[in-house]
């Protein structure tokens, strides 16, 4: 990676981690500041006989007082979240331009025929991905979600993709299926996905892969 890219990027975390120092510091004060002078005043005139009625104002005041500090909080945290969603955005941008980017997706399709466990992927003869799933991460991609299982470079030109599925099939055998793609890498971003679909005519999973 260029050396003015990793001063950047370092740069950048580095602000992102004194904002979000800047936060904690900032809690305990917000928490500790004097009540408004507004407040002062009406809690005054509620300790004085004449201003009774007063009272009634001066409590609604210091119960404001809690609504607008968590207010306030809650801004500093949502510009956190906004900064690191920049930053992240930008990061991205930087490590993989468009013209070299390529992104390995894996989804299912019904996915009964087959309980997903593992996934290797290699790109010509490097491995490049591999997970492990949880329960939950497959009943997400049962619901129609899509896992983003690698994101890289690759120069123009033409490249094979290897995926390779373990889990369990029909009758709660062992399966284990590999798949093999040669595609053509352009100067435009690549989006390859690799899916799992339920073969009812067959009563076995089937593996494909969908370039975009």
């Known amino acids: 990676m260029p050396t003015r890219l990793v001063s950047f990027l370092a740069l950048s975390w580095t602000l992102l981690a004194a904002l979000l120092s800047a936060l904690v510091l900032a809690l305990p004060a917000l928490a500790a500041e004097p009540a408004p002078p507004a407040a002062v005043a009406a809690a005054a005139a509620a300790s004085a006989p004449a201003t009774e009625a007063a009272a009634p104002a001066a409590a609604a005041s210091a119960a ?23 930053l992240l955005v930008l990061e991205e941008e930087l490590l ?3 013209g ?3 992104a390995l997706f894996v989804s ?19 491995l490049v991905a591999t997970h492990l799933y949880t329960p939950l991460e497959v009943q997400a991609l049962h619901r129609g979600g899509m896992q983003r299982v690698y994101l890289g470079n690759l ?15 029909p ?10 793609l ?7 971003p690549r989006y390859i996905e690799l899916r799992i679909r339920d073969q009812q005519a067959r009563l076995q999973p089937e593996f494909d892969v969908k370039i975009w």
């Open 64 to 86: 404001a007082e809690p609504a607008a500090l968590d207010a306030r909080v809650q801004q500093l945290k949502a510009d956190v979240i906004r900064l690191n969603r920049d």
């Open 96 to 98: 993989y331009p468009a």
């Open 100 to 102: 070299t980017q390529v």
């Open 108 to 126: 299912m399709d019904v996915g009964k025929l087959f309980e997903l466990e593992s996934v290797q992927i290699k790109l010509g003869d490097k």
């Open 155 to 169: 120069r123009a030109g033409k490249h094979q993709i290897t995926a390779f599925f373990t889990g369990r099939g």
């Open 171 to 180: 009758h709660e055998r062992d399966y284990k299926r590999g798949t093999t």
């Open 182 to 188: 040669e595609f053509d890498k352009g100067t435009e």
